[in-house]
């Protein structure tokens, strides 16, 4: 995956979008990027780049208003407010039409990176604060607490649906990342939050890259490996560590010489793993995420027979005067942590 680790905000504004009224209330002013705001707006930006959730995406070949209007910023032929009063009408004619679209305000943000421009377009849903109401009742003061639903998401907080658009050039391996985040508990195909974001106001596909078939090839591995060796840890633990091993060594992962070389001659397990692989969409090569597989080996999180867990960085876990693995013969293992000088309880 292509990493932006280079950010400067050159410009942003925001408009109001708020299924109360009849009509959006559009800013004709861009913000005013005092240090707090830059911070606010910079935190935000920085962490939607760094969402597991984010992902490369095209646009359709339809005509699209966001497409259209996003391109003519980037290549010069319009000024950002006009540019980003259009994003926001289009964002709030879908929002009439759908009917259960949460109010919010859009956020465009204009900035540049390693990699080139970017305009950033993020919908700030409102979120749920409180605050004190003083009335004087009879000459006394009555204080109470009343819940406001105008609040946006804190620059710690978590952006649900954003976009990055780029200038479109053949040769950029995507036109623009996504985050569409989507409800928990959502069972209705035809509510808000499934694909009014990609599909409607975007207009675009999302597409594969590095880091999505690394996680989708390490996440069957171990779902796999939790059903079909259960009450098995000690072959669990073989291939796991085979898994971190080969992550942390190879560029890439052929499947067939993956289950070849783990699993030996039991043709079963061979042919059950690979089966279970390719019906959860994992490729017959993975090419690796390698600064991704960086972070996540950095350290192990294990789930011991329900109620222990345990965490421990890379380098203890392959530590053998640390941390050690003991086979017991029956399947089941023993975790030995060594020559402990200092621990804490929380």
């Not at 009335?135 to 639903?149: A, C, L, N, R, Y």
């Not at 060594?249 to 890439?252: D, K, P, Y």
């Not at 050690?324 to 086979?327: A, D, F, L, V």
């Given at each position: 995956?292509?990493y932006?680790?280079?950010?400067?905000i050159?410009?942003?504004?925001?408009?109001?979008?708020?299924?109360?009224?009849?009509?959006?209330i559009?800013?004709?002013?861009?913000?005013?990027?005092?240090?707090?705001?830059?911070?606010?707006?910079?935190?935000?930006?920085?962490?939607?780049?760094k969402?597991?959730?984010?992902k490369?995406?095209?646009?359709n070949?339809?005509?699209n208003?966001?497409?259209?209007?996003s391109q003519?910023?980037?290549?010069g032929?319009?000024?950002?407010?006009?540019v980003?009063?259009?994003?926001a009408?289009?964002?709030?004619i879908?929002m009439?039409?759908k009917?259960?679209?949460?109010?919010?305000?859009?956020?465009?943000?204009?900035?540049?990176?390693?990699?080139?421009?970017?305009i950033?377009?993020f919908?700030?849903?409102?979120?749920?604060?409180?605050?004190?109401?003083v009335?004087?009742?009879?000459?006394?003061?009555?204080?109470?607490?009343?819940?406001?639903?105008t609040?946006?998401?804190?620059?710690?907080?978590r952006?649900?649906?954003?976009?990055?658009?780029r200038?479109l050039?053949?040769?950029?391996?995507?036109?623009?990342?996504?985050?569409?985040?989507?409800p928990?508990?959502?069972k209705?195909?035809n509510?808000?939050?499934t694909?009014?974001?990609?599909?409607?106001?975007?207009?675009c596909?999302?597409i594969?890259?590095?880091?999505?078939?690394?996680k989708?090839f390490?996440n069957?591995?171990?779902k796999?490996?939790?059903?079909?060796?259960?009450?098995?840890a000690?072959?669990?633990?073989?291939?796991r560590?085979?898994?971190?091993?080969r992550?942390k060594?190879?560029?890439?992962i052929?499947?067939?010489?993956?289950?070849?070389?783990?699993?030996?001659?039991?043709?079963?397990?061979?042919?059950?793993?690979?089966?279970?692989?390719?019906?959860s969409g994992?490729?017959?090569?993975?090419?690796?995420?390698?600064?991704?597989?960086?972070?996540?080996?950095?350290?192990?999180?294990?789930?011991?027979?329900k109620?222990?867990?345990?965490?421990i960085?890379e380098?203890?876990?392959?530590?053998?005067?640390?941390f050690?693995?003991?086979?017991v013969?029956?399947?089941?293992?023993?975790?030995?942590i060594?020559?402990?000088?200092?621990?804490?309880?929380?």
């Open positions: 995956m292509e932006i680790n280079e950010i400067n050159l410009d942003a504004i925001i408009h109001i979008l708020d299924n109360n009224s009849d009509e959006a559009l800013n004709e002013y861009p913000l005013q990027l005092t240090e707090e705001v830059y911070e606010f707006v910079f935190k935000h930006v920085q962490r939607c780049l969402d597991e959730e984010l490369y995406a095209i646009f070949k339809e005509r208003i966001v497409k259209e209007v003519e910023y980037l290549s032929e319009n000024d950002l407010i006009n980003s009063k259009e994003l009408s289009q964002m709030f879908l009439r039409a009917g259960n679209i949460p109010s919010c305000d859009l956020l465009t943000v204009v900035f540049t990176t390693e990699h080139g421009p970017f950033g377009i919908k700030m849903d409102y979120i749920k604060n409180y605050m004190h109401n009335e004087f009742v009879e000459g006394k003061i009555g204080i109470h607490i009343v819940p406001q639903f609040g946006l998401p804190t620059s710690s907080g952006i649900q649906k954003c976009a990055f658009i200038p050039r053949e040769e950029n391996p995507y036109d623009l990342l996504v985050i569409d985040k989507q928990k508990n959502n209705d195909d509510d808000y939050g694909n009014y974001f990609i599909e409607n106001y975007l207009g596909t999302i594969e890259n590095g880091r999505d078939k690394t989708q390490i069957a591995a171990e796999w490996t939790q059903s079909a060796l259960k009450e098995n000690d072959g669990q633990e073989v291939v560590r085979e898994i971190k091993r992550l060594e190879e560029e890439s052929n499947l067939d010489t993956f289950t070849e070389e783990v699993f030996g001659a039991d043709e079963e397990l061979k042919q059950n793993f690979r089966t279970y692989a390719i019906e994992v490729s017959e090569n993975i090419e690796l995420d390698k600064q991704w597989v960086e972070k996540k080996l950095k350290r192990v999180r294990l789930k011991i027979d109620d222990i867990d345990l965490y960085s380098e203890a876990y392959n530590d053998l005067n640390r050690e693995i003991e086979r013969g029956d399947g089941s293992i023993n975790m030995i060594k020559h402990i000088r200092n621990y804490t309880e929380k």
